[in-house]
């Protein structure tokens, strides 16, 4: 099993930066691809972006691309999300996830793992 835990999530101006990090305990973090989703009210849980095990293969939803990077380091058991150029349209709680399956994370289905979320709201 493995736990995930968000934080750097907040209160920020349009235009602003967040980085938002996820936490992994358990087993083996760099066996997973991970991924950050949001769901702000109202609306269904979207994909932000999403990185394999070894880095190598990335998605960033067209929505955040150039302004939001995913990263992780596999030594610490960390993975993160730079988000720069925030807008109003950003807010939302922000989840990490992992599975085994790249492809799981991008077709938001059947995913093993799921943080708690973290708030991130963006003010006009």
């Known amino acids: 099993q493995v736990q995930l835990a968000e934080s750097g999530g907040g209160f920020v101006q349009a235009g602003g930066s967040l980085r938002l990090s996820c936490a992994a305990s358990?087993?083996?973090?760099?066996?997973?691809?991970v991924g950050w989703f949001r769901q702000a009210p109202g609306q269904e849980r979207e994909l932000v972006a999403a990185?394999?095990?070894?880095?190598?293969?990335?998605y960033h939803a067209n929505s955040v691309a150039g302004r939001f990077t995913i990263s992780r380091d596999n030594a610490k058991n960390m993975a993160y999300l730079q988000m720069n150029s925030l807008k109003p349209e950003d807010t939302a709680v922000y989840f990490c996830?992992?599975?085994?399956?790249?492809?799981?994370?991008?077709?938001?289905?059947?995913?093993?793992?799921w943080g708690q979320g973290t708030q991130v709201t963006v003010s006009s």
């Open positions: 358990g087993r083996a973090f760099s066996n997973y691809a």
């Open positions: 996830a992992v599975d085994q399956n790249f492809g799981a994370l991008i077709l938001g289905t059947g995913i093993d793992y």
């Open positions: 990185l394999n095990w070894g880095g190598g293969n990335t």
